[in-house]
Antibody, heavy 118, light 105 residues
Framework: EAQLVESGGGLVQPGESLRLSCSVSGFPFSSYWMSWIRQAPGKRPEWVANINQDGSEKYYVDSVKGRFTIFRDNARNSVDLQMDSLRVEDTATYYC???????????WGKGTLVIVSS | EIVLTQSPATLSLSPGDRATLSCRAS??????LAWYQHRTGQPPRLLIYQTSNRAPGIPARFSGSGSGTDFTLTISSLESEDFAVYYC????????FGQGTRLEI
């Protein structure tokens, strides 16, 4: 059974950095694109970033371009999200998900909460 | 940006009832629409992709229909585990989600 487990969330101040990690098991990780999706409290989910199988292609939502970077390590079956210059509006639960068939997402992890507040 | 608008915001029904959830896109997305179920404390789960295809392991009581701008998720006979929040998602132009419909008992 596929499992995705996110870690690294926490409380940070505006302008600080945080790195999220997602550990994957139960499917051939290196064969799939991976994604990060976030959901702020009371808001709709928002796709954040995609990365292809070997890490050579990365795509981001406009609101995080230049501040967030998605990485993957196929040897460790993990996908990370480096978040710099964090803003209050980045406060959300961040989910990693397996992307398949051109931008459907399944399964998802349970998420990790990031709070950006002074 | 394609905006997805779901209705109703909250749907109050009983086990055994039929549920009909709607998702309207701000412009045509052909059939590039998926539905997800999000139960409290669980990760979101893909139910339906490409408007009407059930994801693996999804019971037959879940069905999807529509095209262009108007889409529907139907749950034919509600079971207790179906009470959750449902989101639609499009992939026609980038990726956006609807604001959700809460299905409550």
């Amino acid at each position: 059974e596929a499992q995705l487990v996110e870690s690294g969330g926490g409380l940070v101040q505006p302008g600080e950095s945080l790195r999220l990690s997602c550990s994957v098991s139960g499917f051939p990780f290196s064969s799939y694109w991976m994604s990060w999706i976030r959901q702020a409290p009371g808001k709709r989910p928002e796709w954040v970033a995609n990365i292809n199988q070997d890490g050579s292609e990365k795509y981001y939502v406009d609101s995080v371009k230049g501040r967030f970077t998605i990485f993957r390590d196929n040897a460790r079956n993990s996908v990370d999200l480096q978040m710099d210059s964090l803003r209050v509006e980045d406060t959300a639960t961040y989910y990693c998900a397996k992307r398949w068939s051109l931008n459907w997402f399944d399964p998802w992890g349970k998420g990790t909460l990031v709070i950006v507040s002074s | 940006e394609i905006v997805l608008t779901q209705s109703p915001a909250t749907l109050s029904l009983s086990p055994g009832d039929r549920a009909t959830l709607s998702c309207r896109a701000s412009q045509s997305i052909n059939t590039n629409l998926a539905w997800y179920q999000h139960r409290t404390g669980q990760p979101p789960r893909l139910l339906i992709y490409q408007t009407s295809n059930r994801a693996p392991g999804i019971p037959a009581r879940f069905s999807g229909s529509g095209s262009g701008t108007d889409f529907t998720l139907t749950i034919s006979s509600l079971e207790s585990e179906d009470f959750a929040v449902y989101y639609c998602q499009q992939r026609q132009i980038w990726i956006t989600f609807g604001q959700g419909t809460r299905l409550e008992i």
